[in-house]
């Protein structure tokens, strides 16, 4: 496993409700790097579509799946007492 989806599953891992994808390509985790922990179980990509300012919006929401836990633990990296912060932008 990379540093990279090390991290994309500690982050995932600290927000029980999943993480948007717009804020993971923000955080430099995104395209290849999801697809490959999707395709390996690892997280679960779900696609909403919501309304903001009349016009209807394509929302991406990506959640560290029970493989994805028992992967971080496996390499000792769940701590509940850690925190990962997340850079939010608004749209």
């Known amino acids: 496993m990379t540093h990279e ?7 995932l ?6 993480i948007s994808e717009t ?7 995104a395209g290849d790097l999801l697809a490959g922990l999707v395709r390996d179980g690892c997280v679960t990509v779900t696609s909403e579509t919501v309304w903001a300012k009349g016009q ?7 959640r560290i799946s029970d493989a994805g836990r028992r992967a971080l633990h496996t390499l000792h990296l769940v701590d509940p ?6 850079v939010q932008t608004s749209t």
């Open 81 to 86: 007492r850690e925190q990962v912060t997340v």
């Open 56 to 62: 209807p919006t394509e929302v991406v929401q990506v």
């Open 5 to 11: 989806q090390r991290h994309a599953l500690k982050m």
């Open 13 to 18: 891992a600290d927000a029980p409700r999943g």
């Open 23 to 29: 804020v993971l390509a923000t955080n430099g985790l």
